[in-house]
């Protein structure tokens, strides 16, 4: 069935001949290893032809580039932990001021009060005020009409105005201190009927006194 033709006996290499080639090969590898591979791998030139063939060089340069490679690999990492470190940090801040903005702001103190005036007959509300501390207020008459003023004194000062009017039913707006004292309204009414004055403030003042 085959047309090719056994070889002899004779023709077969014998085995010390093997082994001498496979000796051979190693030592060529070796020698290729030791004068080439080496140098142009790993820049490890140990029998100085590397570096005449230029292959020294050449590794050299490999091996630095394995090197800034890995360098790369570890800051890029660095640079991800951190960058999720940020992240998971401002994620929390986030969900702090989220809670802040849930809780109600305390409300500043609040009082009203009434005083009922005859025609003719006068009386004065004052609120214990530091110097630059805003209340809100707001009044108002039932009927009739009143003649008011707004003002402040301490022991320095006997008299401040901040604002007054005749014939009014209302008046609302900021009172800012200004000076550490006692700081109102003072109401006389001028029409001929009973009138119930209704005083409504909000703020930080310490006390709240009817005066008259």
Do not use: C
């Amino acid at each position: 069935m085959y047309n090719a033709n056994m070889p002899k006996d004779t023709e077969l290499p014998s085995s010390k001949q093997l082994i001498k080639s496979t000796v051979l090969a190693l030592v060529i590898a070796l020698i290729l290893l030791v004068t080439v591979i080496l140098p142009a791998e790993y820049g490890i030139d140990p029998t100085g032809i590397g570096q005449t063939l230029g292959l020294k060089k050449m590794g050299e340069i490999k091996k630095q580039l394995a090197i800034e490679a890995e360098q790369n690999i570890q800051q890029t990492a660095n640079e991800t932990t951190q960058l999720v470190h940020e992240e998971v940090v401002l994620s929390q801040v986030m969900e702090v001021e989220a809670i802040i903005q849930t809780v109600p702001a305390k409300a500043a103190p609040s009082e009203t009060r009434s005083v009922q005036l005859q025609p003719g007959e006068a009386a004065e509300i004052k609120l214990a005020m530091k110097k630059g501390v805003i209340v809100n207020y707001q009044w108002s008459v039932d009927s009739g009409h009143v003649n008011y003023d707004t003002h402040g004194d301490n022991a320095n000062t006997n008299y401040f105005s901040y604002n007054k009017g005749k014939a009014s039913t209302e008046d609302s707006g900021e009172l800012q201190a200004a000076f550490d004292g006692k700081h109102g309204w003072f109401w006389r009414n001028r029409s001929n009927q009973t009138v119930v004055v209704t005083l409504v403030v909000a703020g930080n003042y310490s006390d709240i006194q009817k005066l008259l």
